[in-house]
């Protein structure tokens, strides 16, 4: 393959999609590890992985600028034991196999990018989580931390590692916006439990110029929150949803209106009424200037 390619491991989704997006317009060919490969007419190659495995596609990453890894089962479903071990494993498995990829490479990747979620720090109420705050300790936490020992632990020596904590991702084209969106026009978007718990929104477009950040800025690496700089309560990032779609008020859902529609739209509750008040510390440190600081600004730009 020539030169100045990426490779992104689940980049069918919704991150994914939109990062394939950033690179192309970088002028890198791309190409997408996915279980489920489709023709493009974007140029963009997909390639067959089982998310598990070394297999055929490992000759993709020869010679690539970067691998970036964002595979692993939603979230957004019921958290029982069965989910949760899919959770786990498809999370830590994709990074083994990448891991085990790069020993039948003769150039490996010059940076590999991993996905990982602020759902590391656990429920922290209004704490300010910055990247040294240590590993919470709910289901979500758990699983962040097998997560990030598998990537911390992969042996590669030469290569610049990333890791980014990624936040509550507002976009169009996936996440939990467009569901928030539709409830809320149906006058339903009322604050979550007691509307205390914060939300790390990010706008999409600019956690996809945190990636590229983090691929082209030689002098990253190590664990970077990618989350806004202003973390809102779930109260107030309702009410600027509601201004925002021209829905003045809505009743605010208790507890058990939460959990009873979390049921009847296969969704986990605690999803929406756990928080995290996190801080993207050392992006702003590495100068990551923001295009989207405040909330309004956000969610106008992507519901007005
Ligand atoms: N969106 C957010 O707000 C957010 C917040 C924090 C962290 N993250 C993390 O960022 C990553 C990307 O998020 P996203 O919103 O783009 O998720 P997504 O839309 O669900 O995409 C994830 C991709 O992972 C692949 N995948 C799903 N199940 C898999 C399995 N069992 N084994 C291997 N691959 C599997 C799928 O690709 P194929 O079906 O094509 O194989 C899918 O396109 C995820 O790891 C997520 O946990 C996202």
Known sequence: MSSKHIVIAGGSGFIGNALVGEFLARDFKVVVLTRIPRERIDGVIEAKWDGRHVGEWARFLNGAEAIINLAGKNINCP??????????????????????????????????????????????????????????????????????????????????????????????DGGALPVLSKITRCFLGGSVGNGRQYISWIHIADLTRMFAMAVENENLRGTFNAV???????????????????????????????KLGSRLMSSEPSLALAGCRSIPKRFLEAGFNFQFSNLPDALENLCG
């Open 79 to 172: 958290h029982t034991p069965e989910n949760l071990h899919e959770l786990t494993g498809s999370r830590v498995n994709s990074v083994h196999a990448i891991a085990a990829a790069f020993e039948v490479v003769k150039i490996p990747p010059r940076v590999w990018v991993q996905a990982s979620a602020i759902g590391f720090y656990g429920n922290t109420g209004s704490q300010l989580c910055d990247e040294s705050v240590p590993n919470g300790s709910d289901t979500l936490a758990e699983i962040c931390r097998e997560w990030e020992i598998a990537f911390n632990s992969a042996n590669t020596p030469t290569m610049r590692k990333i890791l980014l904590r990624i936040g509550f991702v507002l976009g169009r």
């Open 228 to 258: 806004g700089q202003y973390a809102v309560m779930n109260l107030e990032f309702m009410r600027e949803l509601r201004h925002a779609l021209h829905r003045p008020w809505s009743p605010p859902a208790p507890v058990w209106a939460v």
